[in-house]
């Protein structure tokens, strides 16, 4: 695998929420061999024994079972010993979500159908965000009670946390709630992460301006994870095919940020270099 990811070009690898437990020695022999260099890991990594599947939210820091959010930290904690282990700077954290009726899917079904500018998508808009506002504080209390102690151990650690914008609209955070969780944990290891499909998707439901809301965070952004959407919620795709303006996102990259292209594995080679050719022809060598 990582061999692969070598040979497309890349020097870097980001070892995601799908990395099973059996991978790990081929991935350490492929990292200390100087195969390739890990820039970041996403939460969890590796995969809790018994799990074969991506898996990232599947212990969430906003649930309201004590044990469940005893087991996001294990396995957190867990992520972050590997990260040091394999020199990785940078964990992606999912946050959790907001135990509601879920209006994600059948928002982007209206937006398909050329349905956005409708009242009946604006009462749905509306209904969503009064149940989302009146259950969202108990949830986002608990994740920045397990988010403190992650810190606490990031820290420790010398790595740095990448909170990830999400695509569904019940998932935390929530693009309004970056600036109250950057004031209550005012830590430099925790981090915004950018992710260029899930943000595309949110202005393709008309929730977020992408590049206004890349511009608001970039200060404390660490990365990305880079590709493209075709209208409105298919993401995963090269950069170049779909809705993503990233010449708009260009003021906001920096060189120290880590940029991921997070692609559907059912994508061609030629398709991955294309994508990644039209990042660089606008981006340049940042």
Not at 172 to 184: A, H, I, K, V
Request: with cysteine.
């Amino acid at each position: 695998m990582l061999r692969e990811i070598r040979e497309l070009g890349f020097d870097y690898a980001e070892l995601s929420h799908g990395t099973r437990i059996s991978l790990m020695p081929g991935i350490l022999e492929a990292v200390d061999a100087g195969e390739i260099r890990i820039s970041s890991l996403h939460n969890f990594c590796p995969l809790p024994i018994g799990v074969n599947h991506a898996a990232p939210n599947l212990f969430q820091f906003s649930s309201e079972s004590p044990r469940e959010r005893e087991l996001a930290l294990k396995h957190t904690l867990r992520t972050l010993d590997f990260a040091s282990r394999v020199k990785a700077s940078v964990v992606v954290l999912h946050s959790g979500s907001i135990e509601m009726r879920p209006y994600t899917d059948r928002l982007i079904e209206l937006v398909a159908r050329g349905e956005r500018d409708t009242e009946k998508y604006q009462r749905l808009c509306s209904e969503f965000d009064e149940k989302r506002e009146a259950r969202k504080q108990r949830h986002l209390d608990r994740v920045i009670e397990l988010l403190k102690k992650i810190v606490a151990e990031a820290e420790s650690r010398g790595l740095r946390l990448g909170i990830e914008n999400r695509q569904s609209l019940e998932e935390l955070p929530f693009e309004s709630d970056y600036r109250m969780l950057f004031r209550e944990i005012p830590s430099p290891a925790l981090r915004y992460w950018h992710d260029t499909g899930h943000a595309q998707i949110k202005e393709n439901l008309g929730f977020i301006h992408h590049a206004l809301h890349l511009e608001t965070f970039s200060p404390q952004l660490a990365g990305f994870h880079l590709h493209d959407v075709q209208f409105p919620a298919r993401d995963h795709q090269p950069p170049g095919t779909g809705s993503v303006d990233f010449a708009a996102l260009k003021p906001m990259v920096r060189p120290e940020h880590i940029k991921v292209f997070e692609l559907s594995p059912s994508l061609p080679p030629e398709a991955v270099k294309a994508g990644v050719a039209h990042v660089k022809q606008l981006w340049g060598d940042e």
